[in-house]
């Protein structure tokens, strides 16, 4: 059995509760703490309270709109990085790519497999006993501690969002190694279907635009006709 500390909370915040309670159901069943709020600011409240590692969104809330209700959390100053995640009846491509880009880990359309759903948030949120394990990773003074989902720089946070985060740690801990888009949507993204390759490119500029706030932006290359690598910029590509 998981010790108490290593339990990850899941906060769902949905117009009808009744509907998403096998979802909760479900999750509970994986090993997660599941709450359930149909409330937008009791939303916020709840994650200023007590800081779940997921949100869950029904993107059509109504008087509430996710978009804020992400837009709020993404500025928040949260203990620990809080994964989002999109419900939505919208299918088509140009509101998946909002929502990514307006700060979501992941966009899931309705109806959806709760076993799908299940394993995207497994994904999302890796046993917390993997990463404590694992040593901060550092290049000069840039430092990604994965036991406590932090990044600074000379001891300065940054902040960093769910996805921009992992992209960055995958990339850390394979300092000087290429890879491909496709390698990327498979390795950050869970091999996401409803992800496409555009994506990766979006989210490599965010967090060049965020590392260029201390001066690290050159450590993210391109290499040109394959992928990106994290590297020294002294490193030849």
């Not at 916020?44 to 809330?61: D, F, G, K, S, Y």
């Not at 990044?151 to 850390?172: A, Q, S």
Request: contains cysteine.
């Amino acid at each position: 059995m998981l010790a108490t500390e290593s339990i990850k909370q899941i906060l769902i915040l949905d117009r009808d509760v009744a509907a998403v309670e096998p979802l909760r159901h479900k999750l509970g069943e994986a090993g997660f703490v599941v709450r359930a709020i149909t409330d937008g600011s009791a939303a916020l409240t709840a994650v200023a309270e007590r800081p779940p590692h997921l949100l869950i969104i029904e993107w059509n809330m109504p008087g509430f709109a996710a978009m804020e209700v992400i837009q709020r959390l993404r500025k928040a100053r949260t203990p620990q990085t809080v994964r989002v995640i999109i419900l939505s009846d919208l299918s088509g491509e140009e509101h998946v790519v909002a929502g990514l880009n307006l700060g979501a880990d992941d966009y899931i359309t309705k109806p959806f497999s709760l076993r799908e759903v299940v394993a995207r948030v497994c994904v999302l949120l890796r046993s917390h006993a993997h990463q404590a394990s694992q040593v901060a990773l550092c290049c000069d003074d840039l430092v990604l501690d994965a036991a406590t989902n932090r990044v600074t720089v000379n001891g300065k946070l940054m902040n960093l969002r769910g996805v921009e985060y992992r992209l960055l740690e995958f990339l850390m801990s394979h300092t000087g190694r290429t890879f491909n888009r496709t390698q990327l949507l498979s390795r950050v993204w869970g091999g996401d279907s409803e992800v496409d390759e555009r994506t990766v490119d979006v989210n490599v500029q965010r967090l060049r635009k965020i590392l260029s706030e201390r001066g690290y932006e050159a450590y993210i290359q391109t290499v040109r006709g394959f992928g990106y690598r994290f590297a020294p910029p002294g490193m030849s590509v």
